[in-house]
């Protein structure tokens, strides 16, 4: 699991609330990545970091923001959580070896707005 | 505008038999792709990964081909097993530090495979 852990694993909020996810690695990557996945679109990128305070948007960055004040901790942060944010939410890191690259996966979390 | 598509929602296969799952492109840009297989209520795993100087990759039973000309890639696994039952994404990235684990995700496929 490449040492990643999300919290919480899942997540009940109503609209127009902060929500903050927390995405934990202890192996000191340094990119690290944030992607939704909804039934019909795969999974889609919201922010990535390329370190600590170096982070930007994704494809659908709309309504979050990150930071990354550590290397071990990326946040994820719907500031008004609205229906549409209902999702599965993956955070990720890249290891590269070589010509070759991978993305490991967290676990999930899930969030429901109601 | 889906950049890559994965045209099946869904394949069944008997044990033992081979599948194949399919993925096409859009964007001449992309030069790296990978699979990805996702169990319910679990991350997504690596599986297996080409880039677009070759145009075929093994690993085990999982083999990828790459047709750049037709921007189409496939994912074969021979002999299927039914531990293979999962929802299998392709993903595909551009080139470029800039793209670096950006990478842009299929609807995916879920693949049974029945004793």
């Known amino acids: 699991d490449a040492g990643i852990t999300q919290s919480p694993r899942h997540k009940v909020t109503e609209t127009g609330t902060p929500v903050t996810l927390r995405c934990h690695q202890t192996?000191?990557?340094?990119?690290m990545y944030w992607y939704r996945q909804d039934p019909g679109h795969g999974l889609r990128l919201i922010h990535y970091?390329?370190?600590?305070?170096?982070?930007d948007k994704g494809e659908v960055s709309d309504g979050y923001s990150v930071s990354r004040s550590k290397t071990e901790d990326f946040l994820l942060t719907l500031e008004s959580a609205t229906s549409s944010q209902t999702s599965v939410y993956f955070c990720a890191i890249s290891l590269r070896t070589g010509t070759n690259e991978k993305l490991f996966f967290g676990s999930g979390t899930q969030l429901s707005v109601l | 505008d889906q950049q890559v598509k994965q045209n099946s929602p869904s394949l069944s296969v008997q044990e033992g038999r081979i599948s194949i799952l399919n993925c096409d492109y859009t964007?001449?840009?992309?030069?790296?792709f990978l699979w990805y297989k996702k169990y319910p209520a679990e991350g997504p795993t690596f599986l297996i990964s080409?880039?677009?100087?070759?145009d075929k990759n093994e690993d085990g039973r999982f083999t990828v081909f790459l047709n750049k000309s037709a921007k189409h890639l496939s994912l074969h696994i021979v002999p299927s097993q039914p531990g293979d039952s999962a929802v299998y994404f392709c993903?595909?990235?551009?080139?470029?530090?800039?793209?670096?684990?950006?990478?842009?995700f299929g609807q995916g496929t879920i693949l049974t495979v029945h004793p």
């Open positions: 964007n001449s840009m992309f030069d790296y």
């Open positions: 970091s390329y370190g600590v305070k170096d982070t």
């Open positions: 080409i880039s677009s100087i070759k």
């Open positions: 192996e000191n990557h340094r990119y």
């Open positions: 993903a595909a990235e551009g080139a470029g530090g800039t793209s670096y684990g950006k990478l842009t």
